[in-house]
């Protein structure tokens, strides 16, 4: 049987996204075969730190297929930059030499560390970001093949000298057994207490500036007249608090668990991705998870006109408008709920559209190449 090893320097589980993907493609890759037509067993391996205590299968939603090992630690990531360095130099330390203990096992990462520890060619190094450091760089270097979110990010990687054949585009992705429920828009909306007669457009997701919640949160200015309300999901206690302040008209309902998110979207009138063009991560390294959930909800997409996003969006299949322009996103909202037809036809094509974006196929797509390396 092959044995992969997932080396992820991470609580688990995490109310963050990065655990919800790591989560979700340690099944995929357990509910695949190797080359000989045998099941892969599947290790993550993951610092042992104080966590929530929920079951991280129960969390997640997923299948009891892969094994979950806890590397001992001191948990000093609390103490500031230096407790988190040292903390991440005894997992990589400690993970690597377990990984290491079987020969021909698999070493796939997110981490730079336990690449500088391995020999050269022994690991597959998925980048969720570009950055300018030594560390980075020669991490790079070791990895036997590079798995990139986005096309944006493989070019930024190429322009700095990693040869393009050494490295796979592999957008994220949604579990469609997950998001295959069936709820009505008044049933969804009662759960949260929301009007079943409103026109409602809705965010998910984090407050980061980056991800444009401020944006749309202004465009609500030029949606009042119109009876159109703007609800979001996400953010912090002290986050949402703070906007609630600032923004009156829009109703804030909170941080949901990930595993509400297939009912939750369906509240909506129309999904929004609002993000930023003001940051590098958001113009072409970010691959947003809910940007596959939304896609497969059967929902109307506005999104911004980013690389990032066009990679997988287009005027086929959502509304796409500028960047951090709050008028702009306010007639794109409009204009989806003023032509329903076209609406429904684009958000159609979404959903189809969707379906080569499973975790099961990201995770096929993966170890073909990691095969072919």
Known sequence: MTALYYIANMRFPTERAHGIQVAKMCEAFAQRHGTDTEKIN?????PDRKTMEEDPFVYYGIERIFTIERIPVPDIVRFGKLGFLIESFLFALRATRR???????????REELPLLLMSPRRAFYEVHQLRRSFIFTHSIKKAKGVISITQGLKDALVRTGVPKERILVAHDGYDAKQFGVLVTKTEARARLSLSPDKRIAVYIG???EWKGVETLCKASEFLRSDNIQIAVIGGTAKEKETYERKYPLVTFLGA?????LPRNQQIADVLVIPNSGQERISREFTSPLKLFAHMASGVPIVASKLPSLTEVLSERNAYIVEPDDPKALADAIKETLRSPQASTARARQAKEDARTYTWSNRAGNVLAYIYGN
């Open 256 to 260: 949901r668990p990930y595993a509400d």
């Open 206 to 208: 984090g407050f980061e």
């Open 42 to 46: 599947v290790t993550l391996l993951v």
């Open 99 to 109: 990984a290491l203990q079987e020969r021909d096992a698999i070493i796939y990462t």
